[in-house]
């Protein structure tokens, strides 16, 4: 087969798989401006017999979107800021540093990945209602901030820089420090940047905490609402598409952002994003 | 002299003690100026406005008592918040939702059967098969508050086309039934027959319909029956619903859906729906009782009202709040913008609620219901239970299991769980 027709071909595979992949998004923007009749029709109209904006205006006046979604905004930034600082520095430990019991604890903090979530929720909870931290932020936020899978994925990149580097910085007389900031986390940007969105993409779906921990609207996170949207619209899907086209922005603007990093990293790796 | 003042002291000082006794349980029995109590409830959009703006109405009028509403989802989400509440001590006071009498059943509280014999609340105005739904173990420990039947609802103009005017001649019985869903099938092709949402839900009732009580209780032990003769017949007519092509295998989560879109004829789910579908659709809805086998039944749904708190002065603050929301004008209020079921027999005897009933062919269908609707023993495993009903009609479905091979496994499973 001649390079053009394979370069055709495999345009075409990718072209379909492209198209599978962002139907579900195109279908649901074009839902959101539906209106009920339309969502409900057979054969499925594609486009809206009138483009209804008011769906939108619905989803802010069946929940507190609003304060749903800052409260997302607040706790899933601050748990990714908090996680990755923390995975980096635990990551730094245990690639570059020697100590007493860094097997040990490298494989405790390992196994920690083996225990499901559901698990540690009730002496979680109990943890948390005693520091009188149910309906706050902190008891939001700070259970979740420690994450295993973030610290080994950042230090599986770390583990790539090249040793020469850290000696030659060392030999300069630089300390743990400088050689973290300085030569670590400048050659490490593409993978802090996979893990942090990785973290922002955990932490913004996140429901099963908040809804345990949240009993006011004042702190509830947006899965919360978007959940209770369902129960109070139940045949409003147009409504439901418009909360979700709204729900999804965040994380599209943070993939814009990061891109480039992304795609550097698993090039880098090969692994999936 | 001495011994004198020795006995004077003794006697002062056990006087002393009797006082202070005294005016420590007098302190213990004083009322505070202000109760505070914690509602949570998982009564969602307009019906749940409607409750709350209910009790802000009682709330106005009793400035001794505070009470902070929370709206906590789902059922199940409610059930799960509500446990770990319970088990870092920090339970709410008063709780609306499904299931809610296992709590304190459990417990061994039944406080309940006490405070329903307050004058001012009228316990046999009751719906006798409602307050059954209430029940742990065949007392009573919660109140039935939002109440629904599934309802058989169905596309008028799909029954048009068959030529049927189901509103003078509905199907009484399931053999009737599944000729109505072929004739309707046949005048419209690419249709489906019946679907329900709630497949465990309608498998219940079709069970007490055959003579089946589900699980027999003997005291604090239940036994499952569900896999007796009368159950494995009743499995075998649900997998025939599937063989014939009437009902879609396992795709109960889009019967609502599909019904909405036109393409199923007849669907059961809640009669809560009332209050929400009518006008949502290109076509008119209307609704038939459930078709049965030997003899009518239709299994109750929805939430139930426990007072948790063992507060004295909370828990006469909670059912201060019940009596007002559960009282007769209230009642036919919440239920006619609800859709749930009145649960008080007076409700149905308000003329505004029988003017709603005579208008309305889907309510009119619902409370006609109420006459043969029932509740088995409420028991701490029967989430479990309709866990593994849920797999055994997939199975049977599927045609994985036969319908007594699948019933069988399901009853060794709750077996195991008790």
């Excluded at chain 2, 419209?188 to 319909?209: C, H």
Aim: hydrophobic fraction near 45%.
């Amino acid at each position: 087969m001649s390079k053009k027709r394979y370069n055709w071909v495999v345009f075409a595979v990718l072209a379909v798989g492209a198209v599978t992949m962002i139907f579900p998004f195109v279908w649901m923007i074009l839902s959101s401006f539906k209106t009920v009749r339309d969502v409900y029709t057979y054969p499925p109209k594609w486009l809206p017999s009138e483009w209804n904006f008011n769906n939108y205006a619905s989803v802010f006046s069946l929940i507190p979107f609003g304060r749903y979604y800052l409260n997302s905004i607040i706790t899933s930034v601050a748990q990714t800021v908090i996680q990755i600082a923390l995975s980096v520095f635990g990551a730094y430990c245990i690639t570059f540093l020697s100590f007493p019991g860094k097997k040990f604890l490298t494989t405790l903090i390992r196994s920690t990945m083996f225990v499901p979530m559901v698990v540690t929720l009730v002496p979680m909870y109990l943890i948390v209602s005693k520091l009188h931290g149910i309906d706050t932020y902190a008891g939001i936020i700070l259970p979740q901030v420690l994450s295993a899978f973030t610290l080994f994925l950042v230090a599986s990149f770390f583990a790539s820089i090249p040793k020469d580097l850290i000696d030659s910085a060392r030999i300069d007389g630089c300390g743990y420090f400088t050689i973290m900031g300085k030569i670590v986390i400048p050659n490490a940007k593409s993978s802090i940047a996979t893990a942090t969105l990785f973290a922002f993409l955990g932490h913004w779906k996140s429901y099963t905490w908040p809804l345990i921990i949240t009993n006011k609207d004042k702190f509830r996170t947006l899965p919360i609402g978007m959940k209770y949207l369902v129960q109070e619209s139940s045949s409003e899907y147009q409504v439901m598409m418009a909360a979700a086209v709204m729900a999804i922005l965040p994380v599209l603007i943070l993939f814009v952002i990061f891109e480039k990093q992304l795609v550097k990293s698993v090039t880098l790796t090969g692994m999936k994003a | 002299m001495k011994k004198a003042f020795l006995v004077i002291m003794v006697v002062l000082f056990a006087s002393a003690m009797v006082f202070a006794t005294g005016a420590a349980e007098a302190q213990q029995e004083a009322r505070p100026d202000v109760v505070n109590i914690r509602i949570w409830y998982s009564i969602g959009g307009a019906s749940g406005q409607f409750f709350e703006q209910q009790v802000n109405t009682f709330l106005a009028s009793h400035p001794e008592i505070k009470a902070e509403l929370t709206y906590t989802g789902s059922y199940a989400d409610s059930n799960t918040k509500i446990a770990a509440a319970r088990l870092a001590g920090d339970a709410p006071d008063l709780i609306i939702v499904s299931a809610s009498q296992i709590y304190p059943g459990e417990d061994g509280n039944y406080e309940m059967e006490e405070l329903v014999k307050d004058k001012d609340f009228d316990f046999g105005d009751l719906q006798p098969g409602i307050v059954e739904y209430a029940k742990y173990n065949g007392r009573l420990t919660s109140l039935p508050f939002s109440i629904s039947t599934q309802v058989f609802y169905y596309n008028k103009d799909l029954a048009k086309k068959a030529g049927l005017d189901l509103e003078k001649n509905p199907p009484k019985t399931w053999d009737q039934f599944v000729e109505v869903c072929q004739k309707i099938q046949a005048a419209n092709p690419g249709v489906w027959g019946f679907d329900t949402s709630d497949g465990v839900w309608l498998f219940k009732s079709m069970l007490k319909q055959n003579g089946n009580q589900v699980v027999e209780a003997k005291g604090e032990d239940i036994t499952p029956i569900f896999d007796n003769a009368a159950g494995v017949k009743v499995g075998e007519f649900w997998k025939s619903l599937v063989d014939k092509g009437i009902m879609p295998a396992q795709q109960h989560d889009n019967a609502e859906k599909k019904f909405l879109a036109g393409t199923l004829a007849f669907v059961a789910a809640t009669s809560n729906r009332i209050a929400k579908w009518p006008g949502s659709t290109e076509f008119e809805i209307g609704a038939i009782e459930m078709p049965y086998f030997v003899e009518p039944a239709v299994f109750l749904g929805g939430s139930t009202a426990t007072i948790l708190t063992q507060d004295k002065w909370k828990s006469d603050a909670c059912w201060q709040i019940l009596k007002y929301v559960l009282a007769t004008d209230n009642q036919a209020e919440y239920s006619l913008v609800s859709g749930y079921l009145p649960i008080r027999k007076s409700v149905l005897q308000k003329a505004d609620v029988k003017a709603y009933i005579n208008d309305s062919e889907l309510y009119r269908v619902a409370t006609d219901q109420l006459s043969y609707a029932w509740a088995y023993t409420h028991f701490g495993a029967m989430g479990s239970m309709d866990t593994f009903f849920w797999y055994a009609l997939d199975d049977i479905e599927s045609g994985k299991m036969t319908p007594e091979a699948a019933l069988k496994n399901a009853s060794k499973q709750l077996i195991a769980e008790l």
